[in-house]
């Protein structure tokens, strides 16, 4: 498959020539990102890390090749200056404290290690946002049924990013080498539509785990569309800077 983030953070990371190694996907999900990041070239050697227990076993399943442990991208339980490349795909949005995401990946990143993230682009676009949307609808009708606690952050919101925003978030411990903005957003209100007739008219999660595969595939495909300025989405290839430091020891993994 090659549309979406984790492909393009596929191909991106086959060209880095970082000379295999190991690749960590922070919040994994279920770990279909994680096997697509396993097949870049370079005999790299992918692994996931995801906070909710029920991911972990779910991608364990899956994907019994490749190892899953829990774990917090604010808190990684992977020792200093051991990983190749870091992946940070659809999760700073969900975050209250991305910068502390971004120092664990910076912690255990070697010198000259890649970072790869993707987080939804600011702009006129991110009005659209169905988990947002959803969010304030809840305000107004409380009897909705609540997003997932994977679906938004413990501070109620789906972020946005600006590229302003992320070069300010990494800093001078990352070079920034590469930038994309894709997609229109149409999947979104696709989606909205996928949540207020699942949760609403069916009041069934079953329903809405189902049909949300809609959604995925939509994503996936507008997400394939450049557009230079106003897109919806924002992915970025960093390298950690040599002269950083790389912090603590931690449980090897």
Same mark, same amino acid.
């Given at each position: 498959? !090659?549309?979406?983030?984790?492909?393009?953070?596929?191909? !991106? +990371?086959?060209?880095?020539?970082?000379?295999?190694?190991?690749?960590?996907?922070?919040?994994?999900?279920?770990?279909?990102?994680?096997? /697509? @990041?396993?097949?870049?070239?370079?005999?790299?050697?992918?692994?996931?890390?995801?906070?909710?227990?029920?991911?972990?076993?779910?991608?364990? #399943?899956?994907?019994?090749?490749? #190892?899953?442990?829990?774990?917090?991208? #604010?808190?990684?339980?992977?020792?200093?200056?051991?990983?190749?490349?870091?992946?940070?795909?659809?999760?700073?949005?969900? +975050?209250?404290?991305?910068?502390?995401?971004?120092?664990?990946?910076?912690?255990?990143?070697?010198?000259?290690?890649? @970072?790869?993230?993707?987080?939804?682009?600011?702009?006129?676009?991110?009005?659209?946002?169905?988990?947002?949307?959803?969010?304030?609808?809840?305000?107004? !009708?409380?009897?909705? #049924?609540?997003?997932?606690?994977?679906?938004?952050?413990? !501070?109620?919101?789906?972020?946005?990013?600006?590229?302003?925003?992320?070069?300010?978030?990494?800093?001078?411990?990352?070079?920034?080498?590469?930038?994309?903005?894709?997609?229109?957003?149409?999947?979104?209100?696709?989606?909205?539509?996928?949540? @207020?007739?699942?949760?609403?008219?069916?009041?069934? /999660?079953?329903?809405?785990?189902?049909?949300?595969?809609?959604?995925?595939?939509?994503?996936?495909?507008?997400?394939?569309?450049?557009?230079?300025?106003?897109?919806?989405?924002?992915?970025?290839?960093?390298?950690?800077?040599?002269?950083?430091?790389?912090?603590? @020891?931690?449980?090897?993994?």
């Amino acid at each position: 498959m !090659w549309l979406g983030r984790w492909p393009r953070a596929r191909r !991106w +990371l086959s060209r880095t020539r970082l000379s295999g190694g190991r690749i960590l996907d922070v919040g994994c999900a279920i770990g279909f990102g994680t096997s /697509e @990041l396993a097949r870049a070239r370079g005999a790299y050697r992918a692994f996931g890390v995801e906070p909710h227990w029920t991911y972990v076993k779910q991608a364990r #399943a899956s994907y019994p090749d490749l #190892a899953f442990i829990r774990g917090s991208a #604010a808190d990684l339980p992977i020792a200093g200056a051991s990983i190749n490349a870091v992946a940070l795909l659809d999760v700073l949005e969900h +975050l209250a404290r991305p910068e502390a995401a971004i120092a664990e990946a910076r912690r255990v990143l070697r010198p000259g290690g890649a @970072l790869v993230i993707s987080v939804p682009n600011q702009g006129w676009l991110e009005a659209f946002d169905s988990l947002n949307v959803y969010g304030a609808l809840r305000r107004f !009708w409380p009897s909705l #049924a609540p997003l997932d606690p994977s679906e938004t952050s413990g !501070w109620g919101a789906h972020r946005h990013f600006s590229v302003t925003q992320v070069r300010a978030l990494l800093g001078d411990e990352f070079k920034i080498e590469r930038i994309a903005i894709t997609g229109v957003g149409l999947s979104e209100p696709l989606h909205l539509a996928i949540l @207020l007739f699942s949760r609403v008219l069916l009041r069934s /999660e079953r329903a809405y785990s189902a049909l949300r595969y809609i959604y995925y595939t939509a994503y996936l495909l507008e997400d394939a569309l450049p557009l230079p300025v106003g897109g919806y989405h924002l992915t970025v290839l960093a390298r950690a800077r040599a002269s950083a430091t790389a912090g603590p @020891l931690r449980a090897q993994v």
